[in-house]
């Protein structure tokens, strides 16, 4: 009975996402077996890693190391992020060769950024292939709306998030990003590296035009400049995590009007940036709290 009713509880929270994980796409893992600490026999779920490579027109950008869903989303997502791709650039069409692992994005007029870039590898570490400086100057005239955000809605998607059937939760080794909107969860992406979760967020909003204005996004990576950078500069107004932060994302979060909020864990969070805007209509002690099974740590990188 108590099975049943997990279950139960995990279809209604997935029915809350207009896209949830697939844990259950054999694609995204693989069986492998080996011995645990008592030297017994061990098969357990490992997820899978693929490149794919991102030509924007004719040039070769760059090949990211990936799980492999949506690559349409996170190429669009990436050259959007980086800055390669501007608001008024005309996409024409984004074809995607699953053999070939390429995916090209093309725009109606070539932009400056083609010339800009040379081919370069980005790990699952995430910290290679990102066009900094060209990200900073996209924020000098970014500033986001003043959201207020509900204490009681933090928890209630955290306990949410953490129920939801996920790769993490299979398999574990993955980061997790989600836009949300109040207490409900929308967009749930999952990805080897934490910025390529949140370039498939940035893909879905720029393939769907959706209106971020007042969304939150939540993610299970460290807060740093580059996350701050892309959140803003895909206009959320607020963004969570369960890690921790850098000095200097807090300082750009500041800057540019971003709320940030941080360590949530359990009935615990820190707010570093547009504490002002939250609003303290529940008590802590009246949280959610899940299970230890629900419970995804921090995550370090």
């Known amino acids: 009975m108590a099975m049943m009713d997990e279950n139960a509880d995990q279809a209604a929270v997935v029915a809350e996402y207009l896209i949830a994980p697939n844990p259950t796409n054999a694609r995204l893992t693989r069986r492998v077996k080996g011995l645990d600490h008592t030297g017994e026999l061990a098969e357990i779920s490992v997820v899978e890693e693929r490149p794919l490579t991102i030509y924007l027109n004719r040039q070769e950008i760059v090949t990211a190391m990936t799980i492999g869903d949506y690559p349409e989303y996170l190429a669009l997502g990436f050259l959007r992020n980086q800055g390669m791709l501007r608001a008024d650039d005309v996409i024409t069409g984004i074809d995607y060769d699953e053999e070939l692992e390429t995916v090209v994005v093309r725009t109606e007029i070539e932009t400056s950024y083609e010339e800009k870039l040379q081919k370069k590898t980005r790990t699952s570490g995430c910290a290679v292939g990102t066009v900094f400086g060209d990200m900073m100057e996209g924020l000098e005239d970014v500033r986001l709306p003043e959201v207020e955000v509900k204490t009681s809605w933090l928890y209630a998607l955290a306990h ?71 959140t803003a500069m895909m206009g959320i107004p607020v963004l969570a995590s369960r890690s921790g932060f850098t000095a200097w994302g807090v300082e750009i979060a500041q800057e540019v009007g971003l709320t940030l909020i941080g360590r949530m864990r359990g009935q615990r969070f820190v707010c570093l940036a547009g504490e002002e805007r939250l609003v303290r209509d529940m008590d802590p002690k009246d949280a959610p709290v899940e299970d230890k099974k629900h419970r995804r740590k921090s995550a370090g990188t």
């Open 160 to 230: 949410k998030i953490n129920r939801t059937p996920s790769l993490y939760l299979e398999a574990g080794a993955i980061h997790g990003t989600v836009l949300c909107q109040q207490d409900r969860p929308l967009v749930y992406m999952e990805d080897v590296g934490r910025h390529n979760a949140v370039d498939k967020i940035a893909g879905w909003i720029q393939s769907t035009g959706a209106d971020v204005s007042d969304k939150i996004l939540y993610t299970t990576g460290r807060l740093t400049s580059e996350m701050v950078i892309k």
